[in-house]
């Protein structure tokens, strides 16, 4: 039933804006609270601050003038009395409540100076009956008054078919799901079947502890948390079932006799041995590239664990296999760092087999694009560094085989579906004409944010993922200090001294431009400021909003150990290597979020020098620091671990903020909480597969009822 369409549009609008469209949406739009109606309370028995029932004979009844006009009912019971207010109020109200009626009145119940009081409360008929249950408060919006969601919400709840998708035997396969090895807390059975689990959530009995509705530990909660947490493994394994339809071409280099393979070669090239980690994603990543399924797979590493390589020798891979591949960053910067890096590596050995690394970014004069293009289009270019640049419309590409995106998630979950489906059909070109398949190229995305595992599980659970978890050896960890502002020109001399010696450093800001209302350091002043405090120190700026031009030489120049300080915003924040830097200021570092402090400190102690970071903190004019930026630096003070740092962001920020709204299947989960329900996701990811594969129209029909038009966020 389309339950918007006949109704008036406001509540349309309302019911539209809290996605209840079908019956079904109704039936599992849950209250948020419950109000007990079930008994009339006694008014001397009334708490402070109660929702409570009470039954009442009416004494006087008054308008009065002061402070406003309002109407001023008292009522009493046999226990008590109780003053009623009314700020606006029909004449029809006040015959209502004529004295020597006896009413049923419903509200909170406030104590005043006048005894005690409610402000509005709802009146009702003495001859209705009592229900029978608690009744239910639910989430609603502006337009959709509560009585009337509640009615739809039982007629919905009549009409609905509540059949069981969960299929017969499957506690034999998988086991029993993980609420029934908890203690049981009460005389309740804790496997609830669906139908009376959600009409007991709607209408509990009033002898419930309210406390295991509200806080979801009751049986019936959980029960509809293996639901949607069912549900919604379920669309990750579709979406990876028909991606796995689609065939990709086998990155499998064919080696000639006597020759090394291109990724040989570049390992023989690298001035260091890899990780045991390392080798072991690069053999999860060949292993995955040489069928013709396309690859989907996350790398993920902690700042400085050497994911760069591995992209190469995938990219070394692919070209060998004779198929081109496009690394991707969401920074110019970024971008331009790969490029040199990947093009010293790889360029020398191109060269001899007649091919090139091209570059594309945004800023790039025409002629040169140009240029770039038509080596894309022609195959020349084996590998293409850039930045979005590289999937605007009119890039064509001669066979493009692996698509490496850098720090996937800075490009949001919409960005990265279309330039998979872009790279399909761009992919297909090549080979559809040559075999009538279409081919989609293999997907490699890395992240130096960790993902946690409950959430990796939660909204990656299409992805394979490969985790570098060793960083390269001779690294020392990075000692963060903890510095008030106050401390700054201590924090300069030292630096000053520092630097002097031979070592380079990064001063972070949070801003480029001085904003009143912020009252943040901006790049250029303290530029400014520092250079006159440190003249004889080489010194640059770097910024967003500089030309690329310039933020290239100046990133050189400091690369190359000309300058001594380099002052920037966040541009530097993710990816930047000069392994030569050593120490890293971060200014009014209470204001950055968690993991991008992790990402600013994983610019130095890259090298073997023993690095600092330091974070200066401002308490403002509080003269202390909020909870949440407390909670931050002492964790960055605590530890260097990127997992535990990413954890600890998870913990102060909540799922839905740490992934950021770009990643809008953070909403999907409206029951289910990924700390406490890790075990129930646990269950109902081994169990989605199977479903899937034995169940297909159960599975079909549990998505249907959960996720029905939301299903367009799932197409990850
Ligand atoms: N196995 C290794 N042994 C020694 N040095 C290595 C090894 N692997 C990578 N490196 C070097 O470590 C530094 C960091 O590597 P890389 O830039 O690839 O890290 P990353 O994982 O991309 O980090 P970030 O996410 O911070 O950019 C580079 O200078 C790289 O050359």
Not at 50 to 58: C, L
Not at 282 to 307: N, Y
Not at 692 to 698: A, G, I
Request: charged share 25%; with cysteine; hydrophobic share 40%.
């Amino acid at each position: 039933m389309a339950t918007s369409s006949s109704v008036n549009p406001a509540i349309g609008k309302a019911l539209d804006k809290l996605g209840l469209l079908r019956d079904i949406d109704l039936v599992l739009h849950l209250p948020l609270r419950y109000e007990d109606d079930t008994r009339i309370v006694p008014i001397a028995e009334v708490r402070d601050g109660q929702v409570a029932q009470i039954e009442a004979t009416v004494i006087s009844n008054e308008v009065q003038q002061r402070p406003k006009r309002q109407l001023v009912v008292v009522v009493e019971d046999t226990s008590g009395s109780c003053q009623l207010r009314f700020l606006h109020f029909y004449p029809s109200q006040q015959k209502t409540m004529a004295p020597g009626k006896r009413l049923r009145i419903q509200g909170e119940v406030r104590g005043g100076f006048w005894g005690k009081q409610m402000v509005h409360p709802q009146l009702r008929k003495v001859e209705a009956p009592l229900p029978v249950a608690l009744t239910p408060v639910y989430p609603t919006s502006k337009g959709l008054p509560q009585a009337y969601l509640r009615r739809m919400i039982v007629m919905a709840l009549h009409r609905v078919r509540l059949r069981e998708t969960l299929p017969d035997g499957v506690w034999q396969t998988i086991g029993p799901p993980p609420i029934l090895a908890q203690p049981r807390a009460q005389a309740q059975p804790l496997w609830w079947p669906l139908d009376r689990a959600l009409q007991f959530l709607h209408h509990p009995q009033p002898d419930v502890a309210i406390q295991t509705l509200e806080d979801h530990s009751h049986p019936a909660w959980q029960r509809l948390k293996v639901e949607e947490l069912l549900a919604q493994q379920l669309s990750q394994w579709r979406v990876r079932q028909l991606r796995e339809q689609f065939t990709a071409p086998v990155l499998k280099p064919v080696r000639k006799r006597g020759e090394l393979a291109l990724h040989e070669q570049l390992l023989g090239l690298i001035a260091f041995e890899l990780t045991k980690a390392q080798r072991r994603v690069v053999t999860e990543i060949a292993d995955d590239i040489a069928r013709d399924v396309p690859m989907h797979r996350l790398l993920q590493g902690d700042v400085g664990s050497g994911k760069t390589v591995v992209a190469a020798l995938a990219a070394c891979i692919a070209i060998d296999s004779g198929w081109q591949c496009a690394l991707m960053a969401p920074t110019e910067i970024l971008a331009e760092q790969h490029f040199r890096k990947l093009s010293d590596w790889l360029c020398p050995l191109l060269v001899a087999r007649g091919k090139q690394v091209a570059w594309l970014a945004g800023t790039q004069k025409k002629k040169q694009r140009e240029h770039m293009l038509d080596m894309v289009r022609s195959g020349e270019a084996a590998l293409v560094v850039g930045t979005h640049a590289v999937i605007q419309e009119h890039v064509e590409f001669d066979h493009l085989g692996l698509v490496i995106i850098d720090e996937q998630h800075r490009f949001g979950v919409e960005q990265r579906l279309s330039l998979r489906d872009r790279q399909r059909s761009k992919g297909a070109n090549a080979q559809q004409a040559s075999t009538g398949a279409v081919l989609e190229p293999h997907m490699l995305m890395m992240s130096a944010t960790p993902i946690p595992r409950t959430l990796a599980m939660t909204y990656y659970a299409d992805l394979s993922v490969s985790t570098i978890d060793e960083l390269p050896p001779g690294r020392t960890p990075v000692v963060t200090r903890l510095i008030v502002d106050s401390r700054r020109e201590e924090l300069i001399e030292r630096l000053k001294h520092q630097v002097t010696q031979g070592r380079q450093a990064y001063w972070v800001c949070p801003l480029i431009e001085e904003s009143e209302a912020l009252d943040l350091s901006n790049a250029t002043a303290t530029y400014e400021d520092l250079q006159e405090a440190m003249p004889h120190i080489p010194m640059g700026l770097l910024h967003s909003r500089m030309p690329a031009a310039q933020k290239q030489e100046v990133m050189a120049r400091f690369s190359s150990g000309e300058l001594g300080i380099l002052v920037a915003t966040t541009v530097i924040e993710v990816g930047v290597d000069v392994p030569n830097a050593s120490l890293m200021v971060v200014e009014h570092a209470e204001r950055f979020g968690l993991s991008q402090l992790h990402q600013l400190r994983g610019r130095v102690g890259r090298g073997s020098a023993q690095s600092a970071c330091i974070l200066l903190y401002s308490t403002g004019e509080s003269g202390h620091l909020s909870d949440t930026a407390k909670d931050r630096l002492s964790a960055m003070a605590q530890t260097n671990d990127g997992f535990e740092i990413a954890r600890r962001d998870l913990e102060i920020r909540g799922p839905g903020e740490f992934m950021g709204a770009r990643q809008s299947g953070a909403a999907l989960l409206r029951f289910a909480d990924l700390e406490t329900d890790q075990h129930l996701l646990e269950w109902a990811r081994e169990l989605a597969p199977i479903m899937l594969k034995d169940h297909p129209h159960l599975a079909e029909e549990h998505m249907q009822r959960w996720l029905g038009g939301r299903w367009d966020y799932l197409k990850a």
